[in-house]
């Protein structure tokens, strides 16, 4: 579904993704692992079309990405759930939902999608009226992955879904992550916390200093004794 060949993304002079080249395929959820700094954001970002990266090709369905702009993705069928959430604040939480189908016009569908997700996630149908600013940190990340749901995407592009939240809710929010990926959903998944990426994902890359050091199915790299010693904290 998804081919990255060659891809680069530089600030300024300085080389942040070094020339990766990786692929997802369809129905698979493949994590992308490493330090802080490594070149995960960024790749996903440039993935994205947020920002221009300095050379490759990243081709979706065997169409070339790079020369789309970021709206059009979405109606291509990907969506992004960023790191930091960037949830609405002022809008409520379903206001935010909503507007994750703005490129839609199937009321019905809309309708129907809306109640999958909040039976995804009871807590935001709670919280229905609450505005999203109000809302703590794991019910907007909640919110986030629901409002990307709300696109009927293809692909989703997972940027540290765990980040600052506290471990109970890292667990309801990677309950949510396995369901939505064992209904059919491609997800490539950044996450700074390895042994939780690579036990819900199939494959995993290894990123260090802006390039893919390490490639294997997920459970062999959990095993992996260089991966523990470097990201499991063994």
């Known amino acids: 579904m998804l081919e990255v060949n060659g891809l680069r993304v530089s600030y300024g002079g300085i080389q942040a993704v070094r020339g990766i080249t990786f692929h997802v395929n369809e129905g698979e959820m493949v994590a992308l692992i490493g330090a802080n700094g490594a070149g995960k954001s960024s790749t996903l970002r440039a993935l994205a079309r ?9 081709r979706y369905r065997g169409k070339e990405l790079l020369s789309l702009p970021p709206h059009a993705l979405v109606s291509a069928g990907i969506a992004l ?4 959430r960037g949830v609405f604040p002022r809008m409520s939480t379903i206001e935010n939902l909503r507007m994750g189908a703005y490129a839609r016009n199937d009321k019905s569908g809309i309708e129907r999608d809306l109640e ?18 109000t809302l703590s940190g794991g019910e907007q990340q909640m919110l986030a992955i629901g409002r990307a749901l709300m696109s009927k995407p293809r692909l989703m592009l997972l940027d540290e879904p765990s980040m600052g939240l506290a471990p109970i809710m890292v667990q309801k929010i990677f309950e949510v992550i396995r369901t939505v990926a064992s209904e059919g959903m491609t997800i490539l998944l950044v996450e700074q916390n390895a042994k939780l990426a690579l036990e819900v994902s199939q494959r995993g ?30």
């Open 50 to 58: 947020l920002l221009d990266p300095a050379g490759g090709s990243v």
């Open 81 to 84: 759930v960023p790191e930091g």
């Open 205 to 234: 890359y290894v990123m260090e200093s802006g390039e893919i050091t390490v490639t294997d199915e997920s459970m062999r790299l959990l095993a992996d004794p260089k991966v523990r010693a470097a990201y499991l904290g063994e």
């Open 116 to 133: 999958h997700v909040l039976g995804h996630f009871p807590r935001l149908k709670e919280r229905a009226q609450q505005l999203a600013g």
